[in-house]
């Protein structure tokens, strides 16, 4: 069973396939506030969301894989330090 809140002031309505859900809008302040938050947040992300590829560690007994820049098709298998 669901219950219903009396809501003052505006309120919002969303629905997502059979359910509805009325909540309240937030305060003017309140988004502003949390649009800074997020902006803040994304420029602390951007970073390290702008520089391209990913970097691997090598561990132990566990194999690393790279291609070779000079014979396309070809693979280099590094493990241990051993490179083939």
């Known amino acids: 069973m669901v219950s219903?809140?009396?809501t003052k002031g505006a309120s919002s309505k969303v629905t997502f396939s059979g359910v509805t859900v009325i909540a309240p809008k937030p305060a003017s302040a309140d988004v502003k506030r949390n649009v800074a938050m997020s902006s803040e947040a994304l420029e602390r992300a951007k970073k390290r969301l702008m520089r391209p590829g990913v970097r691997l560690y090598a561990r132990k007994d566990v194999p690393l894989y790279?291609?070779?820049p000079d014979?396309?098709?070809v693979f280099i298998r590094e493990l241990n330090g051993k490179t083939e």
Do not use: I, Q
């Open 66 to 68: 790279s291609a070779d």
């Open 4 to 6: 219903r809140r009396a």
């Open 71 to 73: 014979r396309p098709g």
